[in-house]
């Protein structure tokens, strides 16, 4: 009798996960690629990649197999000037994301313009291809839909990086893998609500501003502000840099930890990076033995500070 209390139990337990599962999992889905993606959806799930945090490719969360964005104004083929154009490429092996393994859920409209105007189906991931987002008109509205560059225009993965330059690409795939990883959204939300927030954060999002990035980071608390719009709001690097590796710099009474160490072992001149005669110097500092306060160093270009910085400053 107990034997068959337990199989009963089991069973109801097995039902109420499976429902649980359709309900979060299934349902959101469905209710996505009812809805259009917006620009913003399309810009993050391709700066972001098929997974913008623990995943087969990345599973040390150190931001490898990530899309890079570039900012181009030039045509990389012919190196003709070109009005301004962000792309994302990815190179040979990199993932792609949903919205181009999986088009419809990119939603009515964005789905039909991506396959038959902007050739996604025909993006190889052994070969790797360049996106970038593109408008027309559908059912007489205007839909923002991905382009598959690589066939429309013959961009090549190689040729967009050259032409844009490491002053023009950003790694913001590889960011949003250190937001995830350093906890950033246990204190800062991706979020603002409905309410008076709308005032200092920015608007709240959308549904489709959702479409295809996996997971989200709306996080779990707001101990420290809302950052859905930072980079609108605070579009300086230097401020960044010094806000990362050691807050009380521009706040002084921040309870938010330092992250100076993922500026790595040495700076972008290639020198090893003193952190203990930085943190005496600061300390100097902040007793008021020193007018001044240390120079932050620059970061070097593989620096996972670099990655963190590339993402807080794409939002926008």
């Known amino acids: 009798m107990a034997f068959r209390e337990y199989k009963i139990g089991s069973r109801l337990f097995g039902v109420a996960l499976g429902g649980s599962m359709v309900i979060t999992l299934y349902m959101p889905t469905v209710d996505m690629t009812s809805v259009a993606v917006t620009e913003m959806g399309l810009t993050k799930q ?19 197999g990530k899309p890079k964005t570039v900012v181009l104004n030039k045509d990389p083929k012919t190196n003709e000037p070109i009005e301004t154009v962000q792309a994302f490429v990815y190179e040979a092996g990199t993932p792609f994301p949903s919205g181009i ?22 993006a190889n991931h052994d070969n790797g291809a360049v996106f970038v987002i593109s408008r027309a008109t559908h059912n007489g509205e205007t839909v923002n839909y991905i382009e598959n ?5 013959g961009w090549q993965p190689s040729q967009v990086l050259n032409a844009a330059g490491d002053a023009n690409t950003h790694l913001i795939g590889s960011g949003k893998i250190m937001f995830v990883r350093e906890g950033c959204w246990w204190c800062h939300t ?8 709308w005032q200092y ?38 401020w960044m840099m010094m806000h990362f590796f050691n807050p009380r710099l521009v706040q002084p009474h921040s309870i938010m930890p330092r992250y100076d160490y993922l500026w790595g072992e040495n700076d972008a001149d290639g020198k090893a990076i003193d952190y203990d005669a ?30 963190l910085i590339d993402f807080i400053m794409s939002l926008k």
């Open 101 to 122: 393994n999986h088009p419809r859920t990119l939603g009515p409209g964005a789905t039909e313009l991506s396959t038959a105007q902007g050739r996604i189906e025909e």
């Open 46 to 64: 391709l700066s972001y990649g098929r997974i913008g945090g623990f995943s087969y490719e990345d599973p040390f969360l150190r931001g490898d």
């Open 149 to 153: 560059a690589s066939a429309t225009r």
């Open 201 to 238: 954060f920015g608007i709240p999002p959308r549904l489709g501003d959702y479409n295809g990035e996996s997971p989200t980071a709306f996080g779990s608390d707001r101990k420290a502000p809302d950052l859905l719009h930072v980079g609108s709001r605070n579009a300086s690097k230097e």
């Open 190 to 197: 991706l979020l603002p609500e409905q309410t008076q927030d």
């Open 278 to 307: 930085w943190r005496t110097a600061y300390n100097d500092y902040a007793h008021g033995k020193t007018v001044i306060p240390p120079d932050v160093p620059n970061y070097a270009a593989d620096s996972e500070i670099r990655y």
